[in-house]
């Protein structure tokens, strides 16, 4: 079975730039989730997708960040503008359904200069 | 502060048992978990453990939950180069997989 796949692995950019990010999930998987991983921290969860709606994005800086997951299946996390805070990698991860067992992609790690 | 804490750095020698801590804060954790994380990739899911067990062993690992204490460990046997990695402990909070909390994670070095 094909995992969790993400692109790019790598993005650099200047501070007020965009970026876009993205994630195919593992067939038939209908949760989605997109975390922020800062360099020595723990994963924190940015926002959650049940199939093409999402459950919770109470962590989302909504002012700058937007995602959506298009027919239930792939999704793009985009910055819009981005900010030096905002250097981390971005990992996406994907459940069956709302099931405890995620399964996560290898992260794109993003350069804010 | 954060809500899951684990501490940083673990060394041990190959061979040898690894014992890495977690302590949590909120009572209504429902499941607890732990993840493996190696260089360049994405998280692994070891184990999980439900709030209302309080030990649990697959293979070389065991994980044990004190709830009084809100404290969770995982034992790694026989610890290997391999197992050379990031730990993290994580809870959910809710019974629909939802509110995930990560831990800073641990890192573990397995000397030779």
């Known amino acids: 079975e094909a995992g969790v796949a993400q692109s790019p692995r790598y993005k650099i950019i200047e501070k007020r730039q965009s970026v876009a990010f993205w994630c195919n999930p593992i067939s038939g998987h209908a949760t989605l989730y997109w975390y922020q991983q800062i360099l020595g921290q723990g994963p924190k969860l940015l926002i959650q997708?049940?199939?093409?709606?999402?459950?919770?994005d109470s962590q989302l800086p909504k002012d700058r960040f937007s995602a959506e997951r298009l027919k239930g299946v792939d999704s793009t996390l985009k910055i819009q503008p981005a900010k030096l805070e905002d250097s981390a990698v971005y990992l996406c991860?994907?459940?069956?359904?709302?099931?405890?067992?995620?399964?996560f992609g290898p992260g794109t790690r993003l350069t804010v200069t | 502060g954060e809500d899951v804490e684990q501490s940083l750095f673990l060394s041990v020698r190959e061979g040898d048992s690894s014992v890495i801590n977690c302590t949590y804060t909120?009572?209504?954790?429902?499941?607890l978990y732990w993840y493996k994380q190696e260089p360049g990739a994405g998280l692994q899911l070891l184990t999980y453990?439900?709030?209302?067990?309080d030990m649990k062993q697959d293979q070389r690992l065991t994980v044990l939950l004190n709830k009084k204490d809100k404290h969770l460990s995982l034992r790694i046997a026989d610890t290997q180069t391999g197992d050379s990695a990031i730990y993290f402990c994580a809870e959910t909070r809710d019974n629909y997989g939802q509110n995930f909390v990560f831990g800073p994670g641990t890192r573990l070095s397995v000397l030779p």
């Open positions: 453990i439900f709030s209302n067990m």
């Open positions: 909120d009572s209504s954790s429902t499941y």
């Open positions: 997708f049940q199939n093409n709606g999402v459950v919770d």
């Open positions: 991860a994907s459940s069956l359904e709302r099931q405890y067992e995620q399964y």
